[in-house]
């Protein structure tokens, strides 16, 4: 029997996922990116690029494209895809699955301070430290812009958008990092106290790890909630056995 699996991706277990489901007969895979990295890796399958036009827009592509299954593999902050296509699974009937990756947890001697939003980060920081390093992604600077009297030490994978705040010190890098690299950075830049969002995962924890070892404080962006009733799966083989593929 053939299939068709649209994945909903822009992360590394979409990738993952593409390339097993790729290596099995008769599986057609196409990856969808919303566009926003200007150059992505490469991906197993087919690939398209560009938002559907919410969910009524995606619930028409899965029509058209004779979808059977539809894995939402975006990542764990991408909030609007996730309710799209939820909306899009329910009102077309194509069975979904949710693949997220695992939140980080604290360990002992770390100093977290978990918030619910980047605004919170921001009205945290001055309590914090002066120097901070900023991994919250390119499009999530505006919410530091008024904090005029810190530095900051911005890392994204393309050049930050505007606005910003007015010392910041912008560093293009895309992980996966180590932990050795992370702790020179944060002595390099004198950092004070760490910014991330929980996106979970090994590629980018070592940033954990090394301020965990400085002794320094990290504010932890919370993850926004699944839709009602959607409950996601951890890892690309408990995607595949939920497509029935395992
Ligand atoms: N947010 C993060 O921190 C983060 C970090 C790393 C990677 N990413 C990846 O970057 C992408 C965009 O993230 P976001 O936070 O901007 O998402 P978002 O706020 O949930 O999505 C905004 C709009 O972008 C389009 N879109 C998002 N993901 C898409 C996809 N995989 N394929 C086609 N269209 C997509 C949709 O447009 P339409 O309504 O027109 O369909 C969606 O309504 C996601 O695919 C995500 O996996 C996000």
């Given at each position: 029997?053939?299939?068709?699996?649209?994945?909903?991706?822009?992360?590394?277990?979409?990738?993952?996922?593409?390339?097993?489901?790729?290596?099995?007969?008769g599986?057609?895979?196409?990856?969808?990116?919303?566009?926003?990295?200007?150059?992505?890796?490469?991906?197993?399958?087919?690939?398209?690029v560009?938002?559907?036009?919410?969910?009524e827009?995606?619930?028409?592509?899965?029509?058209?494209?004779?979808?059977?299954?539809?894995?939402?593999?975006?990542?764990?902050?991408?909030?609007?895809?996730?309710?799209?296509?939820?909306?899009?699974?329910?009102?077309?009937?194509?069975?979904?699955?949710?693949?997220?990756?695992?939140g980080?947890?604290?360990?002992?001697?770390?100093?977290?301070?978990?918030?619910?939003?980047?605004?919170?980060?921001?009205?945290?920081?001055?309590?914090?430290?002066?120097?901070?390093?900023?991994?919250?992604?390119?499009?999530?600077?505006?919410?530091f812009?008024?904090?005029?009297?810190?530095?900051?030490?911005?890392?994204?994978?393309?050049?930050?958008?505007p606005?910003?705040?007015?010392?910041?010190?912008?560093?293009?890098?895309?992980?996966?990092?180590?932990?050795?690299?992370?702790?020179?950075?944060?002595?390099?830049?004198?950092?004070?106290?760490?910014?991330?969002?929980d996106?979970?995962?090994?590629a980018?924890?070592?940033?954990?790890?090394?301020?965990?070892?400085?002794?320094?404080?990290?504010?932890?962006?919370?993850?926004?909630?699944?839709?009602?009733?959607?409950?996601?799966?951890?890892?690309?083989?408990?995607?595949?056995?939920?497509?029935?593929?395992g």
């Open positions: 029997m053939s299939c068709h699996v649209l994945i909903l991706g822009g992360t590394a277990e979409a990738r993952a996922l593409a390339a097993a489901l790729s290596a099995r007969p599986v057609r895979v196409t990856t969808s990116l919303a566009g926003r990295v200007a150059r992505p890796g490469a991906l197993d399958g087919e690939v398209r560009g938002g559907f036009g919410g969910a827009g995606l619930a028409g592509w899965l029509r058209r494209e004779g979808v059977t299954a539809l894995v939402d593999a975006t990542h764990p902050f991408a909030e609007s895809i996730t309710a799209n296509a939820a909306r899009a699974a329910a009102a077309t009937g194509v069975p979904a699955v949710v693949l997220r990756r695992p980080w947890r604290p360990g002992p001697g770390d100093l977290w301070h978990p918030v619910p939003s980047l605004d919170a980060a921001a009205g945290l920081l001055p309590r914090l430290g002066r120097r901070v390093f900023l991994t919250t992604g390119r499009l999530g600077l505006a919410s812009a008024h904090l005029t009297e810190l530095h900051f030490v911005a890392r994204s994978v393309d050049p930050p958008e606005p910003m705040p007015p010392d910041t010190h912008v560093l293009l890098a895309r992980g996966p990092f180590t932990v050795p690299g992370e702790t020179a950075l944060l002595r390099e830049h004198r950092i004070d106290v760490l910014v991330t969002k996106s979970g995962g090994a980018t924890a070592a940033k954990l790890t090394a301020a965990r070892d400085l002794g320094l404080p990290v504010v932890v962006v919370q993850r926004p909630p699944l839709p009602d009733g959607v409950t996601a799966v951890p890892d690309v083989a408990s995607a595949l056995e939920r497509l029935g593929l």
